[in-house]
């Protein structure tokens, strides 16, 4: 098992800019999350998902985009970026009740 | 008021040393868990629990239902032991996140 793959490790994006976080599990969990982790704060909650083709918002939606076509993928879409989306990215992943498996992280910068 | 309190929120120790990291929360939760953060690394889920008390190698956890409150022991802290250190609370699939407990132990 690899776990939850999240992809890329870093990037840096120009203003107004788009990209894709991509983040993968092979546990067959049904719960995945997108969290972002800002210094000095707890994480917090972009979106989650608890089935292929359920998504719904969390705490800080605005300015993303989620699918979850598979049990497998749940990318992160980020439109137009803005420097307010600096920040360190998590993808999660869990069957319910269960512990959390996290990603590696994305090292995110918009300049 | 955050849903999840930790403290301390910084931590030196030498290495040996007994290190308890505490966590309170306001809100009900299902569970409890804890997560470990490296430097510039992935975030790993050490604990999950409900109820009393869970040992892994030199790591405990407990938690007080009643008091709303959980702590993490380390015993025989070593330099690896330096992390951040992090509680939440979970429900369901909601959970509150506290901003983590910075460890160093040093050599």
């Known amino acids: 098992n690899a776990g939850v793959t999240q992809t890329p490790k870093f990037r840096i994006l120009k203003i107004g800019q788009s990209m894709t976080l991509q983040c993968t599990q092979d546990?067959?969990?049904?719960?995945m999350y997108w969290y972002r982790q800002d210094p000095g704060m707890g994480l917090k909650l972009i979106y989650y998902?608890?089935?292929?083709?359920?998504?719904d918002k969390g705490e800080v939606p605005n300015g993303y985009n989620v699918s979850r076509s598979t049990t497998e993928d749940f990318p992160l879409r980020l439109e137009l970026a803005a420097p307010s989306q600096t920040s360190v990215y998590f993808c999660a992943s869990q069957l319910w009740g269960e512990k959390l498996f996290f990603g590696s992280g994305t090292q995110l910068s918009v300049l | 008021k955050n849903e999840v309190e930790q403290s301390p929120q910084n931590l030196t120790a030498q290495e040996g040393e007994f290190i308890t990291i505490n966590c309170s929360y306001s809100v009900g939760i299902s569970a409890l868990h804890w997560l470990q953060q490296h430097p510039g690394g992935g975030i790993v889920s050490l604990f999950m629990l409900s109820s009393g008390k869970k040992k892994h190698g030199r790591l405990i956890a407990t938690i007080n239902i009643q008091e709303k409150h959980s702590s993490l022991h380390i015993t025989a802290s070593h330099p690896r032991d330096s992390a951040v250190y992090i509680c939440a609370g979970a429900t369901g699939n909601q959970f509150y996140f506290g901003t983590g407990t910075s460890l160093t132990v040093i050599p």
């Open positions: 546990m067959n969990h049904n719960y």
């Open positions: 998902s608890v089935g292929a083709g359920i998504t």
